[in-house]
């Protein structure tokens, strides 16, 4: 594995580890759940995106940090407007 494409290896990592939470953190897989606990988890991912975003700006292979910029905003704004929501969903039953 070369070291310069090493954040386009965490973008890909974070996008299955994404998919993966998405689909298993649900009321069926984990039925005591707290909503809390999942928005905690997405907040996590969605920080590694950021952080991972960053790295790749800081490497000088153009292709590497262009698509790295693209991905990582890609993946970071979903996931944003979906912890958004949940956030909102919390606040609804909270109330």
């Known amino acids: 594995m ?3 494409y090493a954040p386009l290896y965490a973008t890909l990592g974070l996008l299955i580890l ?9 009321g069926r897989v984990f039925p005591n759940l707290e909503l809390m606990m999942v928005i905690w988890v997405y907040v ?3 920080v ?3 952080v991972t975003l960053i790295w790749g700006l800081f490497l000088k292979d153009q292709f590497v940090k262009i698509y790295t910029i693209l991905a990582n905003i890609g993946l970071i704004i ?3 407007i979906w912890i958004y929501l949940l956030l909102l969903a ?3 039953s909270e109330a």
């Open 48 to 50: 590694l995106l950021f």
């Open 78 to 80: 979903p996931l944003s």
């Open 2 to 4: 070369k070291r310069r």
């Open 90 to 92: 919390n606040g609804i």
């Open 18 to 26: 994404t998919i993966i939470t998405f689909f298993t953190l649900n």
């Open 44 to 46: 996590a991912i969605d």
